[in-house]
T-cell receptor, first 113, second 113 residues
Framework: QKEVEQNSGPLSVPEGAIASLNCTYS??????FFWYRQYSGKSPELIMF????GDKEDGRFTAQLNKASQYVSLLIRDSQPSDSATYLC?????????????FGTGTRLQVTL | AAGVIQSPRHLIKEKRETATLKCYPI?????VYWYQQGPGQDPQFLIS???????DKGSIPDRFSAQQFSDYHSELNMSSLELGDSALYFC????????????FGPGTRLTVL
């Protein structure tokens, strides 16, 4: 079992709809949670990060964290075709002076016209 | 804003050759991370450096070595290249090492023939 689990998709949503991406993690010691967007052949681009239980909003994006359930989600409101990409969930567990990211396999999002 | 710089962007090598990948972090960032991403896979952590000292080590083969220099740039040296080393290699940087978000460079695509 992977440490970070995501549904690989594809998740297909119509333009203007809300896309909901989910992620679960197995290490209860995980402390920080990140969502990256990755277009094919490109590098991961940081969208959101969250440390505390609850919601965090940034523009069209909302990250939600529930540490008790070991669950992180990303909501994308008013989805646009340009949002079509793979969304990677990543977690860190502080083990030293630099916290490595452990990634899920990503969810491919398709926003249809 | 300045981003992480990686060079070269593309590299083609023969089996058993050596390769050196370079990474220049975002100015004032003191932590560098290296990740390897195979086709259709999520990024896998290789190694990290904080203030020019190795901080954490992941699934990095013994054939690979890395260091961070006094100007904070980092180099990943890969020897006795194998076909399976063909992948995207990303460098990421952060400020402070712990909890802080990591920003990825554009990556180096290594092809081993």
């Amino acid at each position: 079992q992977k440490e970070v689990e995501q549904n690989s998709g594809p998740l297909s949503v119509p333009e203007g709809a809300i896309a909901s991406l989910n992620c679960t993690y197995s290490d209860r010691g995980s402390q920080s949670f990140f969502w990256y967007r990755q277009y094919s052949g490109k590098s991961p681009e940081l969208i959101m990060f969250i440390y505390s239980n609850g919601d965090k909003e940034d523009g069209r994006f909302t990250a939600q964290l529930n540490k008790a359930s070991q669950y992180v989600s990303l909501l994308i409101r008013d989805s646009q075709p340009s949002d079509s990409a793979t969304y990677l969930c990543a977690v860190t567990n502080y083990t030293g002076t630099a916290s490595k990211l452990t990634f899920g396999t990503g969810t491919r999002l398709q926003v249809t016209l | 804003a300045a981003g992480v710089i990686q060079s070269p962007r593309h590299l083609i090598k023969e089996k058993r050759e050596t390769a050196t990948l370079k990474c220049y972090p975002i100015p004032r960032h003191d932590t560098v991370y290296w990740y390897q991403q195979g086709p259709g896979q999520d990024p896998q952590f290789l190694i990290s450096f904080y203030e020019k000292m190795q901080s954490d080590k992941g699934s990095i083969p013994d054939r690979f070595s890395a260091q961070q220099f006094s100007d904070y740039h980092s180099e990943l040296n890969m020897s006795s290249l194998e076909l399976g080393d063909s992948a995207l290699y990303f460098c990421a940087s952060s400020f402070g090492g712990r909890f802080n978000e990591q920003f990825f460079g554009p990556g180096t695509r290594l092809t081993v023939l």
